[in-house]
């Protein structure tokens, strides 16, 4: 008569010990994979840190002024917080008029912010901190209670580096590039997406159609830099002349071959359109 193993006592220990130890090297190579991945992400150079600064919208939704954002940013050095690095105080939605200027500008509430932005900031500055203002890309802000920039981005990114100028360099540049990204999709919603990286230099693509291309070349770093985009990079026919159009500089330059390139100071981008025939 045959013996019957799924009855033993013996068996059952055994085939306990196989199953767990087939699931302990599941969970191993799950892991393993686990820290490579973690490993790669960290690789990149970014999250590294938290969010390293201070937002007023948590807190104060549309009641922050003057010298709530005042408090916050000597709350930020007195309590020891900008010495490992918390530097950015951001005021966030709500603070202006819900009617631009006869200019066209945005206008701060008097009633919030009776000194105006220029002094806030200058304030923000003399702590040794960096002060960021919100703004929206649409007709409205989310509140509805401003308005968005949709149509007045070149103003307000003027606007916004007047008020906010330190040492000679503008928040302009890091404003403008942060436009630049949000507008390379496409008419069907095809995002453009980071495509090169070197340390600090980025190279932005996303597809327009019509065998053009919107790339943007960004320099985050403290120094000039030049920055290339190969054709290869931004999905172009590497053989292949094509156009060149500057985006900010409203400019062409023609039959450019192989990659285009820009020297650009600290936290600046150029932004192209390019078109192979």
């Given amino acids: ?10 068996a059952f220990i055994l085939i306990a010990i196989m199953m767990a130890a087939v699931s302990h ?36 939704p549309c009641k922050a002024m003057n010298n709530s954002i005042s408090y916050a940013a000597d709350a930020m050095v007195s309590s020891g917080l900008s010495a490992p690095g918390y530097e950015y105080i951001n005021l966030d939605d709500c603070w202006a008029e819900l009617n631009r200027d006869s200019q066209g500008n945005l206008v701060p509430k008097a009633s919030l912010f009776p000194s105006g932005m220029k002094a806030l900031a200058d304030y923000i500055h003399s702590k040794g901190l960096k002060i960021g203002i919100y703004a929206d890309a649409g007709t409205l802000t989310c509140s509805k209670t401003m308005p968005g920039s949709l149509g007045h981005e070149q103003q ?13 360099c503008c928040i302009f540049r890091s404003y ?15 995002q453009g997406k980071k495509v090169r990286k070197i340390g600090v230099l980025e190279v932005w693509a ?4 019509k065998n053009r291309v919107a790339v943007i070349l ?8 030049t920055v290339s985009a190969r054709w ?9 002349a094509g156009d060149a159009r500057d985006s900010w500089a409203h400019a062409t330059r023609q039959s450019v071959k192989n990659q285009i390139k820009a020297t650009l100071v600290s936290y600046a981008c150029k932004m192209y359109v390019l078109t192979q025939h």
Avoid at 1 to 10: G, K
Avoid at 206 to 209: I, N
Avoid at 218 to 225: C, I, P, V
């Fill in 206 to 209: 996303g597809p327009l159609g």
């Fill in 176 to 190: 403008a590039s942060s436009f630049d990204i949000t507008y390379i999709t496409d008419e069907l919603g095809v």
């Fill in 156 to 168: 307000d990114a003027n606007t916004c580096a007047s008020w906010v100028c330190s040492n000679n």
């Fill in 232 to 240: 290869n990079d931004v999905g172009l026919n590497s053989s292949t």
């Fill in 25 to 60: 090297g599941a969970r191993s190579r799950e892991l393993g994979e686990g820290k490579a991945i973690t490993r790669n992400l960290l690789y990149n150079g970014l999250g590294h840190t938290p969010q390293m600064g201070w937002n007023s919208y948590n807190h104060f």
């Fill in 218 to 225: 960004l320099n985050r770093g403290y120094s000039s830099a």
């Fill in 1 to 10: 008569m045959a013996y019957d193993w799924t009855s033993s006592p013996v």
